[in-house]
């Protein structure tokens, strides 16, 4: 995923935060900026945000963890053993910090496995989750903390990463006996999280340096996550430090801004940042819109801070809580496969050569292929129809008849570019080249003796004289009728193509106010990818890393859980009371589809939707649970009020198909659901959601299509909130060995008793 670093940047004065979104700042002078280094590139695993004060990357070309630092991990778990310092450990301090440790306990102050600062972090936590329980709140799906909401809490203080640390206690507790690195990366960044809690927040002058140690955890930590063996043990310590990196990078922005107004900082300044910090807080716990929309009004208040550092604090949540949430990547090697296949077609060819008439038949073998150009802003391919011309003709000049045989080949390419403001071709470019051979001469003077001979002989000799000015005119009329075919075949098709894209997909998104935006469109020579975020006024786009394609992917297709959460805020069902037919004409009316209402809907259902968030998907442990939330249900005589219904589907491949399984019942909540009415209720919901009608991802016509008959679903995941498929061909099947002839045994003799 990739912010859009790339669009065109203005001052921030514009009062709409969607402007202020869309106008991206970036480096500027009088901007404080924490001070940048490079990052080698090379192809390890790919993560959502930069390290704390990195310029941004595109992180599929981001390693997180360089030969200097798995050096200095190495010696570090080498000092464990040890009980020494870690040589040259400067270049990660947080690493050297906890060589230290381990060389303390080696010496014999051992520490214990919590240390005193995590310790009262996790006390302060669990405190203010006995507070929450006692006030009656439901921990397992609000984990509501003070401040909530964007509700003011303390402005001179940190808002408490909840969610973070409760990540980084269960890391802790899953490494421990396990990987002992990782348990005291945990530990000691809870030391170190801990040490920025004590001050006083983003205006203590004592905040940044609290903030530049806590950053050199994440950087120790991806370093860590890509030394593990143990992947699930990895992915997990991956996502924990990229959970922190995401609250330095935004906290270090809004330090760098209380700091620039440590002298006179207005109040309301102070407010709208505790505000910001708190509302992300509650955001990254909940998910809930409410906390996104809170997040985007502080923002807009700090943009109008009399201060150069307001558009870094922009640009920070803005990378790490807006990013991308849907990417679409396409091989060239798929598109070969979609383009039609060779195509033979034979007729009658009459033209004009040198100002002679000439007329035959034509055999022309055509064949399309597509080359994709290196571009970083565009999607930019070019066209390729390559052709062969066998050819007959007969020309005519007064007395003499000139057959001919002749071969030409001739190539187009017709650039065809998709970038933010659309799809757009360039001039078809054509190459030919041909050859004639002389096949018979034929003169009204061939029953005359010596005549005929001489007449032949200079109709060959003026043939030979005039065969390169003929050649050049033929390659010429190839050329011309070449591009004009193309021009006039392909452009329709791609203009046609386009504007179903748009009319299906494109224009409901933007008319369910979910401002869809290309944050990125890129070619390589092998790869076209497009990154599109989908979130409107008001609403967050991707914050956790996304699942990474197989490299050998034709087809990899990613999507986060919020590019479906925003679209179903933005349905208008918060509230309603519809009827279960108005429900999908409803659902198909925003969606521009076709209404068509399942055979086996339940009649007679009548729902009232909740207020907040009626309808909700999370991508998590392998499924897409969906959340149903309605006011009440009414079925005939009988109704219910206040329930919960829980689904989760199951992705599953099946050839080059892709399918969401139900996993299991569908589960319910709610004081709604109690009595002896639960199994009609049951009843209901599961001829809604169906358990033997699966959920395609690919349309059929792409499934069934002929070219993907060696092609096959590698790759069905959800995770981290990303739902992640991918097409691969598939791998060649090893021919079956014949069986082993078998020795012929001596028949055996029957033994009389």
Same mark, same amino acid.
């Given at each position: 995923m990739m912010p859009v670093d790339s669009l065109p940047v203005a001052p921030v004065s514009d009062d709409s935060f969607k402007a202020l979104m869309a106008r991206r700042q970036t480096p500027q002078a009088g901007i404080a900026q924490p001070p940048l280094r490079p990052i080698p590139t090379a192809t390890m695993p790919a993560a959502l945000a930069p390290l704390p004060g990195e310029a941004w990357f595109d992180p599929d070309s981001v390693n997180w963890v360089d030969t200097d630092h798995a050096n200095h991990l190495a010696a570090a778990q080498s000092a464990g053993r040890s009980g020494?310092? %870690?040589?040259?450990?400067?270049g990660n301090r947080f690493l050297a910090r906890i060589a230290e440790r381990r060389a303390a306990e080696h010496a014999g102050s051992r520490l214990a496995s919590t240390s005193q600062g995590s310790g009262r972090l996790l006390e302060r936590l669990r405190s203010e989750r006995r507070t929450n329980r006692a006030g009656g709140e439901d921990d397992e799906h609000r984990r509501e903390l003070p401040g909530h909401g964007g509700e003011l809490a303390d402005p001179h203080a940190w808002p408490l990463p909840?969610?973070? %640390?409760? *990540?980084?206690?269960?890391?802790? =507790?899953?490494?421990?006996?396990r990987a002992a690195d990782v348990d005291a990366w945990s530990t000691a960044t809870l030391d170190e999280l801990d040490g920025v809690l004590q001050t006083a927040g983003p205006h203590d002058a004592g905040a940044p340096a609290a903030l530049v140690a806590l950053g050199d955890a994440v950087e120790a930590g991806m370093g860590l996550a890509a030394s593990l063996a143990d992947r699930p043990l990895a992915a997990e310590t991956r996502r924990a430090a990229l959970g922190l990196a995401r609250r330095v990078a935004v906290w270090r922005a809004t330090a760098a801004l209380g700091a620039e107004l440590v002298a006179a900082a207005p109040v309301t300044t102070t407010a709208d940042t505790s505000r910001l910090l708190t509302a992300l807080e509650g955001f990254e716990a909940t998910q809930l819109p409410r906390d996104a929309a809170a997040a985007h009004v502080a923002l807009a208040a700090l943009a109008s801070a009399p201060a150069a550092s307001t558009p870094a604090v922009t640009k920070a949540v803005s990378d790490h809580y807006l990013a991308a949430n849907v990417r679409i990547a396409v091989h060239h090697g798929l598109v070969s496969r979609l383009l039609p296949e060779a195509s033979v077609s034979s007729g009658p060819l009459r033209d004009v &050569?040198?100002?002679?008439? %000439?007329?035959?038949?034509?055999?022309?073998?055509?064949?399309?292929?597509?080359?994709?150009i290196p571009d970083p802003d565009r999607i930019h391919?070019?066209?390729? %129809?390559?052709?062969?011309?066998?050819?007959?003709?007969?020309?005519?000049?007064?007395?003499?008849? &000139?057959?001919?045989?002749?071969?030409?080949?001739?190539?187009?390419?017709k650039p065809i570019m998709v970038s933010a403001g659309g799809l757009a071709f360039g001039?078809?470019?054509?190459?030919?080249?041909?050859q004639a051979r002389l096949a018979n001469i034929q003169t009204g003077f061939d029953s005359v003796p010596i005549m005929g001979q001489i007449v032949r002989n200079i109709a060959r000799n003026q043939h030979d004289d005039s065969r390169q000015e003929a050649s050049r005119e033929v390659n010429e009329k190839i050329i011309m009728n070449a591009r004009r075919e193309v021009d006039a075949q392909v452009e329709p098709r791609f203009t046609e193509m386009a504007a179903t894209i748009r009319g299906r997909a494109w224009d409901p998104l933007v008319r369910l106010g979910l401002d869809p935006t290309p944050v990125k469109l890129e070619t390589t020579a092998s790869v076209a990818s497009a990154r599109l975020r989908l979130a409107g006024d008001g609403q967050f786009a991707a914050h956790t890393p996304r699942p990474r394609a197989p490299e050998e992917a034709l087809l990899a297709v990613q999507f986060h859980e919020s590019a479906v959460n925003n679209a179903c805020e933005r349905l208008g069902i918060a509230g309603r009371r519809l009827r279960l037919e108005e429900f999908v004409m409803l659902i198909c009316e925003r969606l521009g589809v076709e209404p068509r209402q399942p055979d086996d809907l339940p009649e007679g259902v009548t729902v009232t939707f909740a207020a907040e968030q009626p309808v909700r998907i999370e991508c998590r442990d392998g499924l897409m649970h969906v959340r149903v939330a309605l006011d009440a249900l009414e079925s005939g005589r009988r109704n219910w009020y206040d329930i919960i219904a829980q689904v989760a589907y199951r992705p599953v491949r099946s050839g080059v198909q892709v399918s969401l399984e139900r996993e299991g019942p569908v589960q319910l909540s709610?004081?709604?659901?109690?009595?002896?009415? *639960?199994?009609?209720?049951?009843?209901?919901?599961?001829?809604?959601?169906?358990?033997?009608?699966? &959920?395609? &991802?690919l349309p059929a016509k792409l499934a069934t299509h002929p070219g993907l008959a060696d092609v096959q679903a590698v790759q069905a995941v959800c995770a981290d909130g990303w739902f992640a498929m =991918?097409?691969? *061909?598939?791998?060649p099947v090893a021919a079956t060995p014949p069986p082993a002839p078998v020795a012929e045994q001596p028949p055996r003799r029957l033994l009389r008793r």
């Open positions: 020494g310092v %870690v040589p040259g450990a400067d909840a969610q973070l %640390v409760h *990540e980084f206690e269960q890391l802790a =507790a899953r490494a421990r006996g &050569i040198l100002g002679r008439q %000439v007329r035959g038949t034509k055999t022309v073998e055509q064949s399309t292929n597509v080359r994709f391919m070019e066209l390729l %129809v390559n052709g062969d011309v066998a050819s007959r003709t007969v020309t005519e000049s007064g007395p003499v008849t &000139i057959h001919s045989r002749g071969a030409a080949t001739f190539v187009v390419r001039t078809a470019l054509a190459s030919a080249s041909n709610g004081p709604g659901h109690q009595g002896r009415m *639960e199994l009609a209720l049951r009843t209901v919901f599961g001829k809604i959601f169906v358990k033997e009608r699966p &959920i395609a &991802i =991918a097409l691969a *061909e598939s791998a």
